[in-house]
């Protein structure tokens, strides 16, 4: 089993910039790939970013060039650097790793609003 807690989700501004952090826990070791997915109201659950053991990554299109992802495998933790925030990016985040199955965070809320 694997546990993810997130962490630095909150208010901000449009064009602020936020950090979101996730810790994992458990049997790390088989995890091959972590990433963020969000969901809004009465919408979907979306895939953010992803970045794989090796270190590639893939992001959605509506976030290329303003969030970054990365991970410090020896803290079993992933990072997302959001910036230029907008108001379409309000959500829950959702922290996500795969090894033996899906694993899921319970969520960050992130509110961008002035």
């Known amino acids: 089993q694997v546990q993810l807690v997130e962490s630095g989700g909150g208010l901000v501004q449009p064009g602020g910039s936020l950090r979101l952090s996730c810790a994992a826990s458990?049997?790390?070791?088989?995890?091959?790939?972590m990433g963020w997915y969000r969901q809004a109201p009465g919408k979907q659950r979306d895939m953010v970013a992803v970045?794989?053991?090796?270190?590639?990554?893939n992001y959605a299109d509506s976030v290329k060039g303003r969030f970054t992802i990365s991970r410090d495998n020896a803290k079993s933790m992933v990072y997302l650097q959001m910036n230029s925030l907008k108001p379409e990016d309000t959500a829950v985040y959702y922290c996500?790793?795969?090894?033996?199955?899906?694993?899921w965070g319970q969520g960050t809320q992130v509110t961008v609003s002035s």
């Open positions: 458990g049997s790390v070791v088989g995890i091959s790939a």
């Open positions: 970045i794989f053991s090796g270190g590639s990554t």
């Open positions: 996500w790793a795969i090894g033996s199955y899906n694993y």
